[in-house]
C-alpha cells in the first residue's frame, strides 16, 4: 500500500443576512467569526463583554457594576443582534455563552442590508449549538466555572490629611448644621492626625458623630481627630465571584438531532447584598420528515432575578458617591454597619450628615431595587428541496419577555432635600416580537466556470410594548412596601405601542471559476410607524470580490490574495407615534387625571433616514496560510437626518420634526492574525492582532443654523467643548481678586473618540494545556471625570493639599499665580 499527499484548500464558511452560510472568499464585504469556545472559559455574565478586543471595529465599553449592561459600537453605532438568523429583541443577559456555537460579525451596511432599517449599521450573528448531525450516539456534557472579582483596577486616591468641615473648622452637633460647619458636607476641615500634648489621647480633640454624650451637660465628648478611614471604599466593597454551572445533552441518528441545555449563573456583587441570578434552559432539534423535508425548531427560556443591585450614577443612592466623594477620612465606613439609630429602627438611619448623604450600608440593605424578568425566544423552520438546486424556508420566530422592577426607598433617605417619608416604585414592562419570513433559494452551477445563487422572499415583523409605571406619594407603614400602603394618591402610567413592517427583498450572486464573485441584494420596506404616502422605501446593495491569487502569477510566499469592494444604501425607520400628535399622560391631582399636548410638531411628510455607504477592503495570506492580513476601509453618507427644528414659540410650539442634516463616516480596520510557532503534538502559539479606526462629520445643517450643539460643518462630532480659564499671551493664568478669571466664551477642548482602538488575543498550547491571553485598549481620546471635578470641589482629592490650604485655614493669602505679575490692566477678547 503506497499513501500519496494530498492537499487541498479549506474553504471557510461564515454565517450571513438571514442566516444563510456562505463561503467566505466570495463575500464583497467584511466580516468576522469568533468561535463559541472563546466565550466558555472566564465567563461574563453578559456574552458582549466576551467580545471586548476580539473584533476589529467593535467597541465594547464594559461597565464596572453588576447587571449594567455593557455598551457595544460597530463603526460607531449599535449593530443589530440576531440570533439564528431571526433578529433578537432584547438584551444578551439571557444568552447562555454554553449555548453558543459561534458569533459571525457583519460589519457593514452591504452585510445586513436584508434585515432592513434594524441592520443599516451591521449585525451581530449569534449562532447557537445543535445535536451535531456528523456523529452518531449520545452525548453528555458540564462545563463549570468560578470567576472572583477582587475590587477595581484603580480607585482614585483620596487625601488623609484633612477632614470634614469648612475653612478648616468643624465641631458637629446634629449633623444637620447645628454646630461649625457642622452639616455642610464639605471636607475642607481641620488637619487631622495633628498632635496636641494637652489631651489624654495626645490628638487634637473634637465633638464627632460617634463622640460619647456627657451625661451631665448632654453635649457629645470630643474624641481623637484622626485619619482612621484611609480606605473606606476598600473595606466597604466585598470580593465579587461569579460561578457558572452548565449541563448539556446531545444526541443524533440518521434523520433526527436534539439537544438539550440548562446553565445557571449566579453573581455576587462586590457591594454589599446585591447579587443576580440567571438560568437559562435551551432546546433544539431538527428530523427530517422525508427525503425532501427537514423540520427544526428550538427554544430557549431564560429567568433573571435579583433582590438588589446597585444604584448608579452621581447622586446620594451611589455608594461611591457617599463613600469617595463626600467622605472624609475622619470617619471609618466599618463604625457604620449599625446603620439604624438605637430604637429608631425604619424609620431613622444612622450617619455623620443628615442634609446631603447617606450611610452606605443603609443604602445598600434598604434602598433596594429588585429586578426580574422572564424571556422567551424560540423559532420553527421548514426546509423542502424542490431540486438539488432549489429550496423553500418558511421560518417563524417569536422573542417575548416580561420584566418586573421594584425601587424601595427607605424612610430618612437623603435625596438631594429634606428626607423622604418612604417610597416604592413599580415598573413591569411586557415586550413581543414575531418575525415571520419565506424565501426560495436556487444555486446551481453552469459548465463548470459559472455559479449563479439566487433567494427571493417575504417578511413580517410584528412588534408590540407594553408599559405600566406607579408609585407611591409616601408611605404610611415604614417598612411596608405596596401600593396599597400609599400615605397620598397613588400615582401611574402606562402606554402601549405597536408597530408592523412587511418587506419583500431578493438576492441575486454569480461567480466565475469560483474566484470572481458578484453579489446584489434589494429589500423593500413598508412600516406602519410613517405615512402612508411615505411607508415604502427600497435598499439596494451591490458587492463584488476576486481572487488575484487565481489569475496572478504570485510568489509561493502567497497562496492567497483577495480584494473585494460593496456599495448599498438603507434607510432608517421611524418609531412609533413620530408623525401623528398624540396626548401625554401628565399628573394626577386630587383624584383628577390631566393630559398635555406635545410641544413638539409632529411631521406626517416626514421621510426616512437615508445611509449609503461603500467600502473596499483586501484579504492576504503568506507563507502556507501560517499568516493572514486582512484589510478594509469604509465610507458611510447619513443624510435625510430626522431632528427636531427650533420654531417660534408664538406658533403654541417649540420645535417641528423635519428632514435635515448631513453626515460623513469613516474608518479603517486591520486584522492580523498568524501562528509563529506550530508543532504537532507539542507547542504552538496562535496570535491575532485587530486595529480600527473610526471618525463621524458633519457636512451640512439647515439653512441659518450656525451649528450642532458646537460642531460646525466640517467638524468632528465627537468634538468636546468645555469653560477654561482665561490665559496671558505665555500661557499664564489671568487672577482678579485672588481668583481665576473664566473665559466667557465655551472653547473647544479636544475629541472623545480615541484615536485608534485595538485588541491582541494570544493562544499558547502545550499538549493538553492552553493559556489565553487576552488585551485590548483605546489610545487618546478626551475623556471627562465626574468624579476627579467633584474629589477636587469638595476637598477629597490628593492635590488638594498644600501648603496654601493650611495657610488659608490660617487667614493667610500666600498663593500667586505662576507668572502673576500685572496689578492693572484688562483681558481683551478676540471676535466671537
Do not use: C
Amino acid at each position: 500500500v503506497v499513501l500519496s499527499e494530498s492537499k487541498f484548500e479549506l474553504q471557510e464558511v461564515v454565517v450571513t443576512a438571514l442566516g444563510i452560510q456562505k463561503e467566505k472568499k466570495a463575500l464583497g464585504y467584511a466580516v468576522q467569526e469568533v468561535d463559541g469556545a472563546d466565550f466558555e472559559k472566564a465567563r461574563e455574565p453578559n456574552v458582549i463583554s466576551s467580545l471586548s478586543g476580539r473584533v476589529a471595529g467593535l467597541v465594547v465599553y464594559n461597565k464596572t457594576g453588576i447587571y449594567e449592561n455593557p455598551e457595544f459600537l460597530l463603526r460607531g453605532s449599535h449593530p443589530l443582534i440576531v440570533v439564528n438568523g431571526v433578529p433578537y429583541a432584547t438584551d444578551l443577559w439571557d444568552v447562555s455563552s454554553d449555548d453558543i456555537e459561534n458569533i459571525t460579525v457583519l460589519k457593514g451596511t452591504t452585510a445586513s442590508a436584508l434585515y432592513g432599517s434594524i441592520g443599516k449599521d451591521g449585525a451581530i450573528m449569534i449562532t447557537t449549538k445543535k445535536g451535531t448531525r456528523d456523529k452518531r450516539g449520545f452525548e453528555v456534557s458540564f462545563n463549570s466555572s468560578t470567576m472572583f472579582e477582587a475590587g477595581f483596577v484603580a480607585i482614585p486616591e483620596v487625601q488623609s490629611r484633612y477632614g470634614t468641615g469648612y475653612g478648616g473648622k468643624y465641631s458637629y452637633a446634629d449633623g444637620k448644621g447645628g454646630g461649625i460647619q457642622d452639616g455642610s458636607g464639605w471636607i475642607w476641615g481641620p488637619e487631622l492626625d495633628k498632635r496636641d500634648s494637652t489631651t489624654a489621647s495626645g490628638f487634637v480633640e473634637l465633638p464627632q458623630y460617634d463622640s460619647p454624650i456627657d451625661s451631665i451637660t448632654g453635649q457629645r465628648i470630643p474624641t481623637p481627630w484622626v485619619s482612621r478611614g484611609k480606605n473606606n471604599l476598600k473595606n466597604f466593597l466585598e470580593t465579587g465571584f461569579i460561578t457558572s454551572n452548565n449541563l448539556s445533552i446531545s444526541s443524533s441518528s440518521e434523520k433526527s438531532d436534539y439537544r438539550i441545555s440548562i446553565t445557571h449563573m449566579f453573581q455576587n456583587g462586590m457591594v454589599p447584598n446585591t447579587s443576580l441570578n440567571s438560568v437559562t434552559l435551551s432546546l433544539s432539534g431538527g428530523y427530517q420528515l422525508g427525503e425532501k423535508m427537514r423540520a427544526e425548531a428550538s427554544w430557549s427560556y431564560n429567568k433573571q432575578f435579583t433582590p438588589n443591585y446597585p444604584r448608579r450614577g452621581y447622586g446620594p443612592q451611589n455608594y461611591v458617591y457617599n463613600l469617595l466623594l463626600w467622605m472624609g477620612t475622619d470617619v471609618d465606613v466599618r463604625d457604620l454597619r449599625d446603620y439604624w439609630q438605637p430604637g429608631l429602627e425604619d424609620i431613622q438611619q444612622r450617619h455623620y450628615n443628615y442634609t446631603w448623604y447617606n450611610n452606605p450600608y443603609f443604602t445598600a440593605y434598604e434602598n433596594r431595587q429588585s429586578y426580574y424578568k422572564d424571556v422567551n425566544y424560540g423559532q420553527v423552520s421548514l426546509t423542502y428541496d424542490f431540486t438539488d438546486h432549489l429550496l423553500l424556508k418558511v421560518r417563524s420566530g417569536v422573542n417575548w419577555y416580561g420584566l418586573m422592577s421594584e425601587l424601595m426607598t427607605p424612610k430618612s433617605m437623603i435625596l438631594y432635600s429634606d428626607p423622604v417619608d418612604g417610597n416604592y416604585e413599580m415598573e413591569t414592562t411586557k415586550n413581543f416580537n414575531l418575525n415571520s419570513d419565506v424565501f426560495l433559494q436556487y444555486q446551481r452551477t453552469f459548465t463548470g466556470d459559472w455559479e449563479v445563487n439566487a433567494t427571493l422572499g417575504g417578511n413580517n415583523r410584528w412588534e408590540e410594548n407594553n408599559y405600566l409605571y406607579a408609585t407611591t406619594a409616601g408611605l404610611n407603614v415604614p417598612g411596608f412596601y405596596q401600593l396599597s400602603n400609599s400615605s397620598g394618591d397613588v400615582r401611574a402610567s402606562n402606554s402601549l405601542r405597536q408597530k408592523m413592517v412587511n418587506s419583500v427583498y431578493g438576492t441575486m450572486g454569480m461567480s466565475y471559476k469560483n474566484a470572481i464573485f458578484l453579489g446584489m441584494t434589494g429589500r423593500n420596506d413598508w412600516s406602519s410607524a410613517l405615512p402612508v404616502e411615505n411607508n415604502s422605501y427600497f435598499y439596494p446593495s451591490v458587492s463584488l470580490s476576486t481572487l488575484l491569487s487565481e489569475f496572478l502569477p504570485l510568489p509561493d510566499a502567497i497562496p492567497f490574495l483577495k480584494i473585494r469592494g460593496s456599495w448599498a444604501q438603507v434607510s432608517n425607520d421611524l418609531a412609533v407615534y413620530s408623525t401623528i400628535p398624540v396626548y401625554n399622560d401628565a399628573i394626577n391631582w386630587n383624584s383628577n387625571a390631566s393630559v398635555y399636548f406635545p410641544r413638539d410638531l409632529r411631521n406626517p411628510d416626514i421621510t426616512p433616514e437615508t445611509s449609503k455607504t461603500w467600502e473596499f477592503g483586501t484579504d492576504v495570506r503568506f507563507f502556507g496560510n501560517r499568516m493572514g492580513l486582512d484589510v478594509t476601509y469604509y465610507h458611510t453618507i447619513d443624510e435625510n437626518d430626522i431632528i427636531y427644528f427650533p420654531v417660534s414659540e408664538a406658533s403654541g410650539y417649540s420645535s417641528k420634526l423635519v428632514n435635515a442634516n448631513k453626515y460623513k463616516r469613516e474608518g479603517w480596520e486591520v486584522v492580523l492574525n498568524g501562528s509563529p510557532v506550530k508543532k504537532s503534538g507539542s507547542f504552538s502559539w496562535d496570535v491575532s492582532l485587530n486595529w480600527s479606526r473610526h471618525r463621524r462629520y458633519l457636512l451640512e445643517l439647515p439653512e441659518g443654523i450656525v451649528d450642532l450643539n458646537g460642531v460646525t460643518v466640517g467638524d468632528r462630532m465627537d468634538l468636546y467643548r468645555g469653560w477654561v480659564f482665561n490665559r496671558s499671551a505665555g500661557g499664564d493664568i489671568i487672577y482678579e481678586g485672588g481668583l481665576p478669571t473664566w473665559d466667557p466664551f465655551i472653547k473647544k477642548l479636544g475629541y472623545q473618540d480615541p484615536d485608534w482602538t485595538f485588541g491582541i488575543s494570544n493562544m499558547f498550547k502545550y499538549k493538553f494545556i492552553s493559556l489565553n491571553v487576552l488585551l485590548d485598549g483605546r489610545y487618546k481620546g478626551l475623556i471627562w471625570s465626574q468624579t476627579i471635578r467633584k474629589m477636587y470641589w469638595g476637598g477629597t482629592h490628593p492635590n488638594t493639599v498644600t501648603s496654601y490650604r493650611e495657610d488659608e485655614i490660617n487667614g493667610l493669602a500666600t498663593y500667586v499665580g505662576e507668572g502673576v505679575s500685572v496689578v492693572s490692566g484688562e483681558v481683551i477678547y478676540d471676535a466671537q
